[in-house]
Every structure is written in structure tokens, then in C-alpha cells.
């Protein structure tokens, strides 16, 4: 068994703490890769509290990790010893059936496998990137370019908040000639930001803190709205064809799909804690469509990674060590980072 080390949670009130561990040998198909970085997602918090709940315990948090390749198993073709290399929310899914076959993953019937907090097939707890290391099969690590390496930091959010907002910009067709609202601007609406805008659409950030203005312009907004001046909304009716809500508090959806014009959607990446109410009237004018989306499959994530490297999109980040773990969660909740927290994994030793 290869030796790890981490931080975990131990029960949902309890802050992280050093944590050893094992992970499993190397097998045929295995990628050992050395933890450089770990970007903290709020999904971090929402599991480590259990606000979802189900959590699991003793839990290691993680699933935008960075870092490089120390060992491969035999069969191994795509990656050798030295090279850099990325593991995201998913470590396998069960490659059968249609939708895995499809390369889709994400959407795996039997349900993927997460990179912590969850049960592999074999029964046994996963444990993610506030780690020393991590072993995954080669199908769900990802390439990533010398390119990239001088900012090597801010590519670990790539992993969750890069293809969560990339994956379904890409699916409903932004580019040229679509006006495109990106709601919220943290974590993942800084990274729709850049891509909506790099993709070529007229992009409209609505946001609730007036002092995100000059941000949101930097990160590719051509327009920023206040979203709690209700003359501001009352102008934007009915202007978008595509709104990605970015948003993991409780927020007005019905509100938002009113943004929508004729056939346009409405798509769900954040994950409020609690259900939100639709009214059937909201979806029904101009035939409006609300949506959801998770992240892509292995391919597009290495798209998305490629894409990054040739077009210099990386995330806006504050690197930390940690000992600023707890400080960073509280900061996180209170939407208090520009816009995602990293660890940087050389500070555990």
C-alpha cells in the first residue's frame, strides 16, 4: 500500500487535521501523482459540513489537484514518470454503460465514483487532493501542458470550476452572436466569464455587490448588473439566449429565467443546500428552458485543459498554505476570495 498524508475532517464540526493514510498499490492501468496543488471548492465545505448530507468520515476534501507523475503501471501509454498531470471531481465510473461508452462520465448510469467522500466499487471510502498524493487510473487523469506551468497554481480550479462552466457553455453553443448572463461571480462565475467572453458571446455578469463591477469587466463582462436594483432587472427582461447561474446560496430562479428570451435556457451549476421554488409561469413564457449541468467527461475535460494552455485561461487565485485551511473556508462561505483558494500541498511538510 502506498503511504499518504493529508488533512481531514473527522465529524462535520470539526476543523481539518493532520491525517495518515494509505492508497492503494499501483496497478497496470495506475497514475501515481505527486500533489502540488489543491483547489478548496465550496463543495468541499458543503460535504466536510454535511450540508448535503450523507458525508463521510474521516473525510480528505479535493478534486482540483495539480501535480506531477511519480510512477505509472505497466500498461500505462499516455503518461510517464515527470510528466505534469490533473485528476478532477471523478477517479471512475463504469465504463459500460451508454453514457460512459459516450465518453459522457459525468453522467454515469451506475453513478461515478467521486474523488473523495464516496465508495469506490470495491466498497472502499475515497480520499481527494489535501494530500501528498493520489493514485487513479489512467482514463480519469489529465494531460496537462508545459504551457501551463508557470501557472501551474491557478490550473488546479480548472479541474471543477474550469469544466463545470466550460462544459455546458460549450453544450448550449455560446460564442458569436449569443448574449450570454453569467449569474454570480466567484469560483465558477469568474470562470464563465472567461470562457463565455473567450468564446466569443456578449456577456452580462448579474451580481448582488456593487463593488464586483470593475471585476467582472476584468474577467470579460461587457455589461455588469446590480442584481438587487430592480429597475436594472426590469431592463433586462427577456434579453438572453443562454444564463448560467453560478449561484450556490438561495436566490430568486424564478427571477433569472425571466432574463430568458424566446427558446433560451436557463442552466443550473451551482448547488444551493436547499430547493428552489419554480413557478410553471416562469418556464412557460417565451417557452424558456431551466437546465442543469454537472461536469464534462474525460475528453472534454482534457478539451477544456487544451483550450486553456493555447488560449492562457487560468483561474484568478489566492494560494495559501495550510495552516489557512479553516480561514479559507470561513472566507469561502462568506464570499470573501478573488476567486478561488489554492493549497499549496508543499507546506504540509
Known sequence: MLQSKGYAAETKSAPLTPFNFERRDLGPADVVVEILYSGICHSDIHQVRDEWGGSMYPMVPGHEIVGRVTAVGSDVKRFK???????????????????????????????????????????????????????????????ISTKLEPKLAAVAPLLCAGITTYSPLRHWKVGPGKKVAIIGLGGLGHMGLKFAHSFGAQVTLFTTSAGKEADGKRLGADEVVISKDPDAMAKQKSKFDFVLDCVSAPHDLNEMLG??????????????????????FSTVVNRRSLAGSMIGGMPQTQEMLDYCAEHDVVSDIELIGVDKLDEAYNRVVKADVKYRFVIDMSTMK
Do not use: W
Open 81 to 143: 514518470e515527470g510528466d505534469l498531470a490533473g485528476v478532477g471531481v471523478m477517479v471512475d465510473s463504469c465504463r459500460v454503460c451508454g453514457n460512459c461508452i459516450a465518453h459522457e462520465e459525468a453522467y454515469c448510469e451506475k453513478g461515478f465514483v467521486g474523488t473523495y467522500n464516496a465508495k469506490d466499487y470495491k466498497g472502499e471510502i475515497t480520499y481527494g487532493g489535501y494530500s501528498n498524493n493520489i493514485v487513479v487510473d489512467q482514463r480519469y487523469v489529465h494531460s
Open 259 to 280: 432574463l430568458l428570451r424566446l427558446d433560451g435556457t436557463l442552466c443550473l451549476v451551482g448547488l444551493p443546500e436547499v430547493p428552489l421554488p419554480v413557478s410553471a
